[in-house]
Structure formats: C-alpha cells, structure tokens
C-alpha cells in the first residue's frame, strides 16, 4: 500500500509541473525609443562637466562658460550620455572626442530605426 501512495504522490507532482513547462516563452519586449536623455561633457573622470543644452530635436549644444575654459578642452572630451535600453550609439561615446566643430552620433533602438544628433561645443565669452 506504501509504494501505491508513493506512486500516486509522485505522478501528481509530476503533473502539476508538466502544464508550465510546455507554455511558450514570452516574447522579447522591443525598445522602440532613441532619445538621449541627458548628456554632459568632461575633460577627466571626475573632473568639471558641462551638460548639453537641447537645441531641437536634433541637436546638442555645450556651452563652457569662462571660468571653465581651462579646465575643458573641447577637441579632446569626454562625454557621457543616458541612452534608452538597448540602445547603440555610432560612433560610440567612448573615449576621446573633438566637439570644436559638430560631430554627428546615431542612436539606434531595437527595430534598427535610427535617429542622429549633432553635438557640437562652444566657449562662451562671460
């Protein structure tokens, strides 16, 4: 009588994991978003930073004010940006860049649609 209830006992627990394991797997959630949320711009790790100013929908401008001029050469910057999940940037924004004159940067989200920004750093003269 001991191995009937073992028996049973084992085929109901089988059976209460068989309907879960046979259900397909979720669908992977697609990012459809390109925007950069934030972004700023600095001269060495933990060093003075400028945040970028939205011009439009396609354009970022860093303004350095005169104090900080020293202190951010803007054709050798680094910058670091807050972009949606999943997201590829081109060129990436790692390493060094020369932003005295506008560079462009692509974000790419999950369905391969792209959307260009053109960054560009200025001095200002106060």
Do not use: W
């Amino acid at each position: 009588m001991k191995i009937y209830k073992l028996i049973l006992v084992s085929f109901l627990a089988i059976m209460t994991f068989i309907p879960y394991s046979c259900q397909k797997e979720d669908e992977r959630y697609i990012h459809t978003d390109t925007t950069i949320s934030s972004i700023y711009i600095r001269n060495e790790v933990g060093g003075a930073y400028v945040e970028g100013t939205f011009q439009g929908d396609n354009e970022i401008v860093f303004q350095i004010p005169l104090a900080k001029k020293e202190e951010l050469d803007i054709s050798n910057i680094l910058i670091y940006a807050n972009i949606p999940v999943s997201s590829s940037v081109s060129p990436g924004f790692a390493g060094r860049h020369d932003l005295s004159s506008a560079k462009e940067f692509t974000v790419t989200n999950d369905n391969n649609v792209p959307h260009t920004y053109t960054l560009r750093a200025i001095y200002l003269d106060y």
